[in-house]
T-cell receptor, first 114, second 108 residues
């Protein structure tokens, strides 16, 4: 069974631009969660989507948004990029939800904002 | 509320044991443990559910004290492959929040 895929793997953007990251979950998984990982901060929860609806949201500004499509693929968008948005963005899929089920992480998208 | 992990870093020789702790200020429904090797994605190790059920790795054990809102991960007879950063994730209201991680290094 194919794992979680994320595209692109690397991105370099300029401050003020916007970016869209994509995540394809494992087939049959309906929940997709997004995390931001920076050194020293661990895995910061952004949001979780389930059946095209945002089910949970972390403490990030409104510049961070996402959506999920009917095939469970998910996209994350960051508008008006800031230098502090440079991070590894990970998505994870699970069968039903992140609460009581294991999550499978993708390889991540490394975003660098200059 | 982000759970607090301790210690922040551990250095071991092969064959030694280690305990990683995770504590939360809020009541928990479950605790999740993941390991991330350098340059790789986090990998699931274990879930401990309220009520005592555990799902996960056969060679790694963990405890979940609901009253104290704490969990401990026990790594016995450590192997080189155990090296990595261990994250606990605490769940209440179906929202999984991860700690800042414990870096474990095992040397021969």
């Amino acid at each position: 069974k194919a794992g979680v895929t994320q595209t692109p793997r690397y991105l370099i953007k300029t401050r003020g631009q916007q970016v869209t990251l994509s995540c394809s979950p494992i087939s049959g998984h309906r929940s997709v969660s997004w995390y931001q990982q920076t050194p020293g901060q661990g895995l910061q929860f952004l949001f979780e989507y389930f059946s095209e609806t945002q089910r949970n949201k972390g403490n990030f500004p409104g510049r961070f948004s996402g959506r999920q499509f009917s095939n469970s693929r998910s996209e994350m968008n960051v508008s008006t990029l800031e230098l502090g948005d440079s991070a590894l963005y990970l998505c994870a899929s699970s069968l039903v939800g992140q609460g009581a089920y294991e999550q499978y992480f993708g390889p991540g998208t490394r975003l660098t904002v200059t | 509320q982000q759970p607090v992990q301790s210690p922040q870093a551990v250095i071991l020789r092969e064959g030694e044991d280690a305990v990683i702790n995770c504590s939360s200020s809020k009541a928990l429904y479950s605790v999740h443990w993941y390991r991330q090797k350098h340059g790789e994605a986090p990998v699931f190790l274990m879930i401990l559910l309220k009520g005592g059920e555990q799902k996960g790795h056969e060679k790694i054990s963990a405890s979940f004290n609901e009253k104290k809102q704490q969990s401990s991960l026990y790594l016995t007879a450590s192997q080189l492959s155990y090296s990595g950063t261990y994250f606990c994730g605490t769940d209440f209201t179906d929202k999984l929040i991860f700690g800042t991680g414990t870096r474990l290094q095992v040397f021969p």
